[in-house]
T-cell receptor
Framework: DAKTTQPNSMESNEEEPVHLPCNHS???????IHWYRQLPSQGPEYVIH???SNVNNRMASLAIAEDRKSSTLILHRATLRDAAVYYC???????????????FGTGTRLKVLA | DGGITQSPKYLFRKEGQNVTLSCEQN?????MYWYRQDPGQGLRLIYY???????QKGDIAEGYSVSREKKESFPLTVTSAQKNPTAFYLC???????????FGNGTRLTVT
């Protein structure tokens, strides 16, 4: 079964870049890589997603390995508000009924130090 | 502002009672989902609906039921058949199946 593996926790200093790794060695060709983050007592928030090429948006960058077996979420300048649990998720390719499935791992708890 | 509203934020029930969790969205999204989150674990899919009047079981549907009579609403009933109902329940929607998910802020259910 498809799954993702992330470190349980990471620390970063404020205003420094953060690289959050994710391994997904069982990924298939049509599976998208999604990243969400979850603040305490809130629902997850979408961050970014990609298939093969690196992606940038206002929140973060996503670097995808050439073989797609791993990816890295990059926060360019961590702030205290970025402290959250970050989930690397595989969106499995749609089946014949057009239904997609998201596989959530246990996430990385990011601590940002002032 | 558009978004997903889950209510209540905290819910307490006695064992053996059914309880319904509310989820309303005003994003005009077709697809809606219910997930369960337990401490230290990722999210697990309970039920999902791609369109009004249609829904499918997810990975852990036993002991739960849903309805989708309106596009905006996707209530989840936790029945007495659910053996371990205490958890954090998250509702999500997406403009269509496969698009990024928008989550509500969850309902924390405690059954004693």
């Amino acid at each position: 079964d498809a799954k993702t593996t992330q470190p349980n926790s990471m620390e970063s200093n404020e205003e420094e870049p953060v690289h959050l790794p994710c391994n997904h060695s069982t990924i298939s060709g049509t599976d998208y890589i999604h990243w969400y983050r979850q603040l305490p007592s809130q629902g997850p928030e979408y961050v970014i997603h990609g298939l093969t090429s690196n992606v940038n948006n206002r929140m973060a960058s996503l670097a995808i390995a050439e073989d797609r077996k791993s990816s890295t979420l990059i926060l360019h300048r961590a702030t205290l508000r970025d402290a959250a649990v970050y989930y690397c998720i595989l969106r499995l390719g749609g089946n014949t009924s057009g239904t997609y499935k998201y596989i959530f791992g246990t996430g990385t708890r990011l601590k940002v130090l002032a | 502002d558009g978004g997903i509203t889950q209510s209540p934020k905290y819910l307490f029930r006695k064992e053996g009672q059914n309880v319904t969790l509310s989820c309303e969205q005003n994003l005009n999204h077709d697809a809606m989902y219910w997930y369960r989150q337990d401490p230290g674990q990722g999210l697990r899919l309970i039920y999902y609906s791609q369109i009004v009047n249609d829904f499918q079981k997810g990975d852990i549907a036993e002991g739960y039921s849903v309805s989708r009579e309106k596009k905006e609403s996707f209530p989840l009933t936790v029945t007495s058949a659910q053996k371990n109902p205490t958890a954090f329940y998250l509702c999500a929607s997406s403009i269509r199946s496969g698009a990024p998910l928008h989550f509500g802020n969850g309902t924390r259910l405690t059954v004693t």
